[in-house]
Nanobody, 116 residues
Framework: QVQLVESGGDLVQPGGSLRLSCAAS????????MGWYRQSAGKERELVAD????????RNADSVVGRFTISRDNDKDMLYLQMNSLIPEDTAVYYC?????????WGQGTQVTVSS
């Protein structure tokens, strides 16, 4: 049974930091590209950051370049998103995604709220 379980979402003040985690199970984690997506109220889900199966290649959305860092630990089947210099526009539900070919798995999401 495939599971992606996100954690780490919270209420944080502007300028603060959070680290999101995604625990994967039920599939060969090291064979899948992984990504973080987010969806805020009234908007479509958007890619935040993506990382290749071996972790050598990453890409970030323009809106988070220089602030967010995606990483993975293939020994622990874990995906991370370090978020620094958070702004209110980062408020959203953040989803973990696993992809390989046409196969996509999604987590349930974790809420991040940036507000003073």
């Amino acid at each position: 049974q495939v599971q992606l379980v996100e954690s780490g979402g919270d209420l944080v003040q502007p300028g603060g930091s959070l680290r999101l985690s995604c625990a994967a199970s039920g599939f060969t984690f090291s064979s899948f590209g992984m990504g973080w997506y987010r969806q805020s109220a009234g908007k479509e889900r958007e890619l935040v950051a993506d990382i290749s199966a071996n972790g050598w290649r990453t890409r970030n959305a323009d809106s988070v370049v220089g602030r967010f860092t995606i990483s993975r630990d293939n020994d622990k089947d874990m995906l991370y998103l370090q978020m620094n210099s958070l702004i209110p526009e980062d408020t959203a539900v953040y989803y973990c995604n696993a992809h390989w070919g046409s196969t996509n798995y999604w987590g349930q999401g974790t809420q991040v709220t940036v507000s003073s």
